[in-house]
């Protein structure tokens, strides 16, 4: 049967790529392949083995079809996703849900064979005219636990160029892959192209996950988020198959944080986008390991993780020398960079907060772009989109944690958790236990949306672990899952809230600088060893004084007062009582399956607050919890 199929595709290949093709035994994939030639109707197909030469061929057809253009330092390529596709589209992003089946009402879903049928009829003959090209990668490591293989059918050189900046290469895997081998699959195309070399049918842009199949669908969608399918859309099936087999599929970031004694403590953190995570992984001095997704697992008692990727495709607004001077570095010196959607103008590069005027006419992602250009709704067009994006290996940056191949991964001290909250949550504080940690500020992750998602900036909403839109079980599942994990772990790894955004309640202007959350990090780290003591307040430790004030001078040379202090660490009790009742209203309306502890912690820490709030008001100084604990010392 297989054969038969195989036959009936043969035409679309030279010798040399059926043979990589059959190269490959397993049924799942050369049927899938079969499938995906006869439903897009390509003009013929490139199967990449992951030589040099195939690499290069993909650098160089990214060029020739016009999907990038070179910018003047060597290795620098540039690329456009259509006007309508520049971030992740939750209108559009649904599951595939068959009958009998059941997501929580946050998650949009599409009943399974209706949305088959729409997304196949959009694939249908989408690759006319074009060659489609299969990309064989693994997710994590290779030869590892962590590893699951998956494999990318497109019709763009830049998603197969992009994916080879971002996964590890998979082919000789695949070789090796048995019948039951779980993989993910993706199949997209960009649809029919304008001579701008972007979508034109962005009206029917979509995007389905079919968890029955560990399908990824993707049609007329360029913005790298969406037409590669291992970024959010393989973390949905990723996080299905982790709550099957007991482990956690996550949005993290992880950093290798230095310690006294040359120690080296590895975090993880989850923020929702543009909050703050990749410009924390890349902290100076530190090293980064992961800066979007990871996988953890017990590994005979310890707790582990690895980056799911190999390389950044990372926000490049307000990326400047003096706040993220790694990363700008990479930017402006030779290597494999692919910019998204900044302005272009004499084969250079440029985007909004880089530190530097910016031309007032170029190339942006709405075509020739002059001062003053509008959109079809009158609104001001500009110079470079607020999530433009720049795509590198991690192996480019100086810093690049040694151990990001390491098939074993790294321990996990700790686990921290941050959105954009101006009014209640302090900069920095540790969960009072795991579960305290892991509900009050991963469940109750609150934050304002950004433009990561198209059309959401400026709303509040709460970001569950900074995973929410990509929670492909139920939450309450999600959760308990989570709660579960360390029931067998040997070492608990530490929880933390950190929270770069908290304002003045009066004039709203943040009260840290960007370098502070170096400060927070160094005193996690800290406590993760026991080096530093902390005060117990009603929302977690909080740290003293004097811990930071000694880490201020000696990692970022300021002179912290006390003053500061004592209005970052201020309790402030009422706008810790609303957020936990809004998010308690979110919960009670979304998590009908609620494990039991996510009420109790909340209701717990309600009732820490208003005991506060009734014996010392409604604002409280740190230095109010700290005597209060000196005066309970026997
Ligand atoms: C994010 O927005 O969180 C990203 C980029 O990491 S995307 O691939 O769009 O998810
Ligand atoms: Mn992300």
Redesign the pocket.
């Not at 198209?454 to 492909?472: A, C, H, L, P, T």
């Not at 309600?606 to 026997?634: M, N, Q, T, W």
């Given at each position: 049967m297989l054969e038969k199929t195989l036959e009936s595709i043969k035409a679309k290949f030279d010798e040399i790529n059926f043979k990589k093709l059959i190269a490959i035994t397993y049924p799942k994939v050369l049927s899938f392949i079969a499938e995906a030639v006869l439903l897009c109707n390509p003009k013929d197909v490139f199967i990449c083995s992951d030589t040099e030469e195939e690499i290069d061929y993909i650098r160089r057809m990214a060029i020739k079809s016009g999907e990038e253009k070179p910018l003047r330092i060597k290795g620098h390529t540039y690329h456009f996703d259509g006007y309508y596709d520049q971030?992740?589209d939750r209108d559009v992003t649904k599951f595939l849900v068959p009958k009998n089946d059941h997501l929580s009402p946050t998650i949009a879903q599409i009943e399974r064979q209706k949305g088959l049928a729409e997304v196949k009829s959009l694939l249908k003959d989408s690759m006319k005219d074009k060659t489609l090209i299969v990309r064989f990668l693994t997710l994590g490591p290779a030869n590892s636990i962590f590893s699951i293989l998956c494999m990318e059918c497109t019709d763009s050189w830049y998603v197969a160029h992009s994916v080879d900046l971002l996964y590890r290469q998979g082919y000789k895997e695949f070789l090796k892959a048995r019948p039951d081998t779980e993989i993910f699959i993706t199949l997209h195309s960009a649809g029919r192209l304008d001579k701008n070399m972007t979508s034109i049918d962005y009206d029917k842009k979509r995007i389905y996950i079919d968890y029955i199949k560990n399908t990824v669908y993707s049609v007329n969608t360029q913005?790298?988020?969406?037409s590669?399918g291992f970024?959010?859309l393989a973390l949905r099936l990723a996080i299905r198959k982790a709550h099957r087999e007991g482990w956690l599929a996550e949005?993290f970031m992880i950093i290798g944080v230095k310690g006294p004694k040359k120690r080296k403590t590895y975090l993880a953190g989850a923020f929702?986008?543009a909050c703050g995570k990749t410009s924390t992984a890349m902290l100076p001095s530190e090293t980064i390991l992961a800066d979007?997704i990871a996988y953890v697992r017990n590994i005979q008692g310890i707790c582990r993780a690895v980056n799911v990727e190999k390389g950044i495709?990372g926000i490049i607004h307000d990326i400047n020398p003096k706040d993220d001077p790694l990363i700008y570095k990479v930017l402006t010196s030779p290597a494999e960079v692919i910019f998204s959607n900044v302005l272009v103008k004499d084969k250079r590069p440029y985007w909004l907060g880089m530190g530097k005027e910016l031309p007032k006419e170029g190339i942006n992602f709405s075509g020739n772009w002059y001062e003053q250009k509008r959109d079809e709704k009158g609104e001001l067009i500009l110079p470079a989109h607020k999530n433009a994006r720049y795509t590198v290996s991690l192996k480019a940056l100086d810093n690049c944690d040694p151990a990001l191949d390491d098939p074993r991964g790294v321990e996990l001290g700790g686990i921290m958790f941050g959105g954009r909250d101006y009014r209640a949550y302090v900069p920095v504080q540790e969960g009072l236990s795991w579960e305290h940690g892991i509900i009050a500020y991963g469940a109750c992750l609150e934050t304002e949306t950004t433009f990561?998602i198209v059309g959401q900036e400026g709303r509040y909403e709460i970001n569950i672990m900074s995973i929410q839109d990509f929670i492909s079980i139920s939450l309450g599942k999600y959760l308990k899952n989570y709660l579960e994990f360390v029931k067998s772990l040997k070492k608990t790894p530490r929880v933390f809230g950190v929270n770069y955004f908290l304002t003045n309640l009066k004039t709203n202007k943040f009260l840290n600088s960007r370098q502070d959350k170096h400060i927070w990090i160094k005193w996690i780290e800290l406590r993760i060893h026991n080096d530093v003591e902390a005060t117990p307040t009603p929302t977690g430790l909080i740290p003293k004084y004097k811990d930071l004030k000694r880490l201020f001078k000696r990692v970022l040379n300021k002179d912290y007062t006390e003053d500061s202090y004592l209005e970052q660490f201020t309790l402030r009790v009422n706008e810790n009582l609303a957020k936990l009742q809004r998010v308690e209203g979110f919960f009670r309306k979304n998590i009908p399956d609620a494990p039991k502890p996510l009420f109790e912690v909340i209701q717990q820490q309600r009732e820490r607050l208003l005991k506060a709030k009734k014996e010392f008001g409604d604002y409280i100084s740190p230095l109010v919890f700290e005597k209060k604990l000196k005066l309970h010392k026997p």
């Amino acid at each position: 049967m297989l054969e038969k199929t195989l036959e009936s595709i043969k035409a679309k290949f030279d010798e040399i790529n059926f043979k990589k093709l059959i190269a490959i035994t397993y049924p799942k994939v050369l049927s899938f392949i079969a499938e995906a030639v006869l439903l897009c109707n390509p003009k013929d197909v490139f199967i990449c083995s992951d030589t040099e030469e195939e690499i290069d061929y993909i650098r160089r057809m990214a060029i020739k079809s016009g999907e990038e253009k070179p910018l003047r330092i060597k290795g620098h390529t540039y690329h456009f996703d259509g006007y309508y596709d520049q971030g992740r589209d939750r209108d559009v992003t649904k599951f595939l849900v068959p009958k009998n089946d059941h997501l929580s009402p946050t998650i949009a879903q599409i009943e399974r064979q209706k949305g088959l049928a729409e997304v196949k009829s959009l694939l249908k003959d989408s690759m006319k005219d074009k060659t489609l090209i299969v990309r064989f990668l693994t997710l994590g490591p290779a030869n590892s636990i962590f590893s699951i293989l998956c494999m990318e059918c497109t019709d763009s050189w830049y998603v197969a160029h992009s994916v080879d900046l971002l996964y590890r290469q998979g082919y000789k895997e695949f070789l090796k892959a048995r019948p039951d081998t779980e993989i993910f699959i993706t199949l997209h195309s960009a649809g029919r192209l304008d001579k701008n070399m972007t979508s034109i049918d962005y009206d029917k842009k979509r995007i389905y996950i079919d968890y029955i199949k560990n399908t990824v669908y993707s049609v007329n969608t360029q913005y790298a988020g969406n037409s590669i399918g291992f970024k959010k859309l393989a973390l949905r099936l990723a996080i299905r198959k982790a709550h099957r087999e007991g482990w956690l599929a996550e949005h993290f970031m992880i950093i290798g944080v230095k310690g006294p004694k040359k120690r080296k403590t590895y975090l993880a953190g989850a923020f929702p986008s543009a909050c703050g995570k990749t410009s924390t992984a890349m902290l100076p001095s530190e090293t980064i390991l992961a800066d979007d997704i990871a996988y953890v697992r017990n590994i005979q008692g310890i707790c582990r993780a690895v980056n799911v990727e190999k390389g950044i495709f990372g926000i490049i607004h307000d990326i400047n020398p003096k706040d993220d001077p790694l990363i700008y570095k990479v930017l402006t010196s030779p290597a494999e960079v692919i910019f998204s959607n900044v302005l272009v103008k004499d084969k250079r590069p440029y985007w909004l907060g880089m530190g530097k005027e910016l031309p007032k006419e170029g190339i942006n992602f709405s075509g020739n772009w002059y001062e003053q250009k509008r959109d079809e709704k009158g609104e001001l067009i500009l110079p470079a989109h607020k999530n433009a994006r720049y795509t590198v290996s991690l192996k480019a940056l100086d810093n690049c944690d040694p151990a990001l191949d390491d098939p074993r991964g790294v321990e996990l001290g700790g686990i921290m958790f941050g959105g954009r909250d101006y009014r209640a949550y302090v900069p920095v504080q540790e969960g009072l236990s795991w579960e305290h940690g892991i509900i009050a500020y991963g469940a109750c992750l609150e934050t304002e949306t950004t433009f990561a998602i198209v059309g959401q900036e400026g709303r509040y909403e709460i970001n569950i672990m900074s995973i929410q839109d990509f929670i492909s079980i139920s939450l309450g599942k999600y959760l308990k899952n989570y709660l579960e994990f360390v029931k067998s772990l040997k070492k608990t790894p530490r929880v933390f809230g950190v929270n770069y955004f908290l304002t003045n309640l009066k004039t709203n202007k943040f009260l840290n600088s960007r370098q502070d959350k170096h400060i927070w990090i160094k005193w996690i780290e800290l406590r993760i060893h026991n080096d530093v003591e902390a005060t117990p307040t009603p929302t977690g430790l909080i740290p003293k004084y004097k811990d930071l004030k000694r880490l201020f001078k000696r990692v970022l040379n300021k002179d912290y007062t006390e003053d500061s202090y004592l209005e970052q660490f201020t309790l402030r009790v009422n706008e810790n009582l609303a957020k936990l009742q809004r998010v308690e209203g979110f919960f009670r309306k979304n998590i009908p399956d609620a494990p039991k502890p996510l009420f109790e912690v909340i209701q717990q820490q309600r009732e820490r607050l208003l005991k506060a709030k009734k014996e010392f008001g409604d604002y409280i100084s740190p230095l109010v919890f700290e005597k209060k604990l000196k005066l309970h010392k026997p």
